[in-house]
């Protein structure tokens, strides 16, 4: 039995719409374009760059720890979100995924924590950014102390890093990948040599298993997990990528395995060199001295700057997409819906998130702390973003699937095990409590994610309407249609194309007043 994949359906009163047909170019990229774009938001050359050092300055060496558990918990959540994307794919992502189970307050909430994550990331980013340039351009004699050059120097990070996602998706990963395994070639060059230069014996500190008793290695695990967010970016992809369901759950456990393995890789040789280091230079040129391969710091200092404007516009790339996704939906101001007539991309967001990353580099680059504290501690705040909005997901797709009668047994068990963990990893953060300031980073992010909160609790009392609409773009792939028809599930899948030309206003109306006679029935994902 053929089924059409309609513009618009219904559900229960709830009108959803298909993730194409808002602007965004189609069948943009192929499956090496998503995985390109999960790498690069993903940034292992420039998670090599800065987060050992972050989990070193949290959990000194119980880091390693750190990030074998970080790998354990993304690989439970990398397969829990395939399950949806095999079935349904937007340019909301994990918004939209949680919305599915647990409803469009949750869709908001996780789609809101997730923004938190990429803004914070391209914030970030694009501060370590400038360090490693200044840090390249101070090897070849071209660099400079003063302030304005600095301040010059995140107004060129800034400018290609949102140029690249202005210009289209498809654009900016013809070079992600690229850059990236040429800046990871020559980060290794420096991480063999902290091998060899240790010796034939091992560091069992570092592998002391009372380390998982300390909270501290918990709270460093929550950086661990974040030097893979950004993996979950190839889901904002639904509206671009060809063969998108498929695509984009082959590409999220793939990315995944693939840093892991670098990850655990490269960190523990590192850890052994950190006590001597600078927390406001550029780690990598500070341990390639340390190795005694300083003739590959220009080569290292100028790829991770480079790799340091792919991720910044991966990231930027992805937030903009949730931005556009959330004011098609209406909870965001109409602006956010603009797309260039030529390059079909969402001009307005990425400009705003340009904006943002240019103020937050300022302040860090005159502040009296340092630029990689600013830096670090960022990140922890941004990746309580991603933490949040992972644990959301998790709970909301196992109950997803046993409303569309798609739950084994096996998908329970990891979705299960993947929200045990992360909430044991949220738990550790708080009990015993943490030294300052990682004992106040969790509270920033939760003041944050209130203060995104207190607009949705506005539109659920002033604009209900638009509140229900939280989570509502999505496309069900044609083989999940047909599933669902098998299953008998049709019948309580009620929808109706939305007629040509007619505008979100009076599609909401005819949602609200549609009669049977005028519907089309089609399965469509709860």
């Known amino acids: 039995m053929p089924v059409s994949t309609p513009n618009r359906i219904e559900l229960a009163g709830r009108g959803l719409a298909s993730a194409q047909g808002?602007?965004?170019?189609?069948?943009?990229?192929?499956?090496?374009?998503?995985f390109a774009q999960?790498?690069?938001?993903?940034?292992?050359?420039?998670?090599?760059?800065?987060?050992?050092?972050?989990?070193?300055?949290?959990?000194?060496?119980?880091?390693?720890?750190?990030?074998?558990?970080?790998?354990?918990i993304t690989v439970l959540i990398a397969a829990t979100i395939s399950f949806q994307a095999r079935r349904t794919v937007s340019s909301g992502s994990l918004g939209t995924y949680t919305g599915n189970g647990l409803g469009p307050g949750f869709a908001y909430a996780a789609g809101f924590s997730l923004l938190v994550g990429y803004i914070g990331f391209a914030t970030t980013g694009t501060l370590g950014g400038v360090v490693y340039l200044d840090a390249f351009l101070d090897s070849i004699g071209l660099g400079s102390q003063a302030t304005w050059f600095r301040l010059l120097l995140v107004v060129v990070i800034v400018g290609v890093g949102t140029y690249l996602p202005f210009r289209g998706a498809s654009?900016?990963?013809?070079?992600?990948?690229?850059?990236?395994?040429?800046?990871?070639?020559s980060i290794l060059v420096i991480i063999v040599a902290a091998y060899?230069?240790?010796?034939?014996r091992v560091d069992w500190d570092q592998w002391n298993p009372a380390h998982l008793g300390s909270s501290a290695t918990f709270i460093a695990a929550v950086s661990a997990v974040g030097s893979y967010a950004g993996f979950e970016s190839v889901a904002s992809l639904g509206a671009e990528a060809k063969d998108a369901h498929r695509n984009i759950a082959r590409s999220l456990l793939r990315v995944v395995?693939?840093?892991?393995?670098?990850?655990?890789?490269?960190?523990?040789?590192?850890?052994?060199?950190?006590?001597?280091?600078?927390?406001?230079?550029?780690?990598?040129?500070?341990?390639?001295?340390?190795?005694?391969?300083?003739?590959?710091?220009?080569?290292?200092?100028?790829?991770?700057?480079?790799?340091?404007?792919?991720f910044v516009t991966a990231v930027t790339t992805a937030a903009a997409r949730s931005l556009f996704t959330f004011a098609h939906e209406g909870a965001l101001p109409a602006a956010l819906t603009k797309v260039h007539p030529k390059f079909k991309t969402p001009w307005v967001g990425i400009?705003?998130?340009?904006?943002?990353?240019?103020?937050?580099?300022?302040?860090?680059?005159?502040?009296?702390a340092g630029r990689v504290v600013f830096d670090v501690y960022g990140a922890f705040v941004a990746n309580w973003g991603f933490l949040v909005s992972y644990l959301l997901v998790v709970v909301a797709t196992p109950i997803w699937l046993y409303k569309i009668r798609a739950l084994t047994p096996l998908r329970l068990i990891v979705s299960v095990a993947a929200t045990l963990a992360i909430g044991y990893v949220i738990f550790s953060n708080f009990y015993p409590a943490p030294k300052f300031p990682f004992n106040i980073l969790p509270?920033?992010?939760?003041?944050?994610?209130?203060?995104?909160?207190?607009?949705?609790?506005?539109?659920?009392r002033a604009r209900p309407e638009v509140a229900r609409r939280i989570g509502s773009i999505q496309t069900l792939s044609e083989a999940e249609q047909q599933r669902l028809?098998?299953?008998?599930?049709?019948?309580?899948?009620?929808?109706?194309?939305?007629?040509?030309?007619?505008?979100?206003?009076?599609?909401?109306?005819?949602?609200?007043?549609?009669?049977?006679?005028?519907r089309d029935k089609e399965p469509v994902a709860p």
């Open 196 to 200: 060899l230069g240790y010796g034939f």
């Open 38 to 72: 999960g790498l690069a938001a993903a940034a292992p050359s420039v998670a090599l760059a800065s987060v050992p050092f972050a989990l070193f300055v949290a959990a000194g060496k119980g880091a390693t720890w750190a990030v074998l558990v970080g790998l354990g």
């Open 485 to 518: 028809i098998d299953v008998g599930i049709l019948e309580v899948l009620d929808h109706r194309l939305e007629p040509p030309g007619t505008d979100e206003a009076s599609a909401d109306g005819a949602v609200d007043g549609d009669t049977e006679s005028q």
């Open 171 to 185: 654009i900016a990963a013809k070079y992600e990948l690229v850059f990236e395994l040429i800046a990871i070639a």
């Open 22 to 34: 808002h602007g965004l170019q189609n069948d943009a990229l192929g499956f090496w374009g998503v």
């Open 443 to 460: 509270l920033i992010y939760g003041g944050i994610l209130l203060a995104g909160l207190a607009w949705y609790w506005y539109l659920k």
């Open 257 to 310: 395995l693939l840093l892991g393995v670098l990850y655990v890789v490269s960190t523990y040789p590192q850890i052994l060199l950190f006590n001597s280091i600078d927390g406001d230079k550029a780690i990598l040129p500070q341990l390639a001295d340390s190795t005694g391969v300083h003739w590959v710091n220009h080569v290292v200092s100028g790829t991770v700057a480079i790799a340091f404007i792919v």
């Open 351 to 368: 400009a705003f998130i340009g904006v943002l990353s240019f103020v937050f580099s300022v302040v860090a680059t005159v502040s009296s």
